[in-house]
């Protein structure tokens, strides 16, 4: 595998290929990342991957700073996963100028849940991404990148993004990775003290009985519904910022009677400091 820093040094071990297929992560990659890299290497005729914490996604209260940064673990574990090239580049690479073209996406999709509770959050996110794939995939007929589920708002803004700027990549959803108890995998499960990992499950819990609550019925009470799991979570020393019933497609309130609508249970609640998400479909 090949690791370089440089946009340029990217484009040249690129330049042979047709068809990049892409795993953008911010490292510290757990078996979620390197599921990706597997599902989306035979996609490609080159398997790029790259890390780089965006300071673009960060409010200045959230963990920019402290973000965990394993980079030369991270790059074995890649080279045993089929990645033939990490792009890892300085922050002076990609901002070497303060970064004020931004992409700012739609704010129905982008102001809600993640979105309202981190506000800027999916402009940075929405930047970051169109710059890696300009880096990427200039000059290449097409690509495909992969995303994790677990950030499913995510997956749909950059669908989305793609969609609209008539970008010539497939964009591969890959499924959460789960520990023995349910947790999703995340970079950020490193921040939980013992106690509040065993503790940590219960919010895949939450989601899953409210999952089966909601569809108990044709037509539930869902705010009801929901304000009781928020409730059930806080009781247990969680913060929840919310947990709720939505369609896959546009991660709007479902309308009517909830039979044959594909739907999603998303949640996202602090532990301690740690906030953690994440999502079920139904
Ligand atoms: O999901 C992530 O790790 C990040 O949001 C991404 C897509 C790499 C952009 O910084």
Not at 120 to 133: D, N, Q
Not at 153 to 182: C, S, W
Request: aromatic share 8%; proline share 7%.
């Amino acid at each position: 595998m090949h690791i370089v820093h440089t946009i340029a040094e990217l484009r040249e071990r690129l330049s042979p290929f047709k068809r990049p297929a892409f795993v953008p992560t911010m490292g510290n990659l757990h078996d979620g990342h390197i599921a990706l890299v597997k599902q989306a290497k035979p996609m490609g005729d080159v398997t790029v991957s790259s890390i780089f914490v965006n300071r673009l996604q960060f409010a200045p209260n959230e963990d920019f700073d402290s973000y965990p940064r394993t980079l030369d673990a991270d790059a074995q574990r890649l080279e045993a996963a089929g990645c033939n090239v990490l792009f890892a580049p300085r922050e002076q690479e990609l901002y070497p100028e303060p970064q004020t073209y931004r992409v700012h996406p739609a704010s129905d999709l982008s102001d809600i849940l993640e979105g309202h509770f981190r506000p800027g959050f999916f402009i940075g996110v929405s930047t970051v991404v169109l710059k890696l794939f300009s880096c990427v995939y200039a000059g290449m007929p097409s690509g495909v990148a992969a995303f994790g589920k677990k950030d499913y708002q995510q997956v749909l803004v950059v669908r989305r993004m793609v969609q609209q700027f008539a970008l010539p990549i497939d964009i591969l959803a890959g499924e959460t990775q789960r520990a023995q108890d349910g947790l999703a995998l995340s970079s950020r499960n490193g921040y939980l003290n013992s106690a509040e990992r065993l503790e940590a499950a219960q919010l895949s819990q939450a989601l899953q009985a409210l999952g089966d609550a909601a569809r108990a019925s044709n037509t539930p009470d869902l705010p009801a519904l929901e304000a009781q799991a928020m409730q059930a979570l806080a009781r247990r020393g969680w913060k929840p910022d919310y947990l709720t019933v939505r369609r896959r497609a546009d991660l709007l309130a479902p309308q009517g009677p909830l039979a044959g609508q594909p739907l999603v249970v998303l949640g996202a609640a602090k532990l301690g400091n740690t906030r953690l998400i994440d999502n079920l479909e139904i």
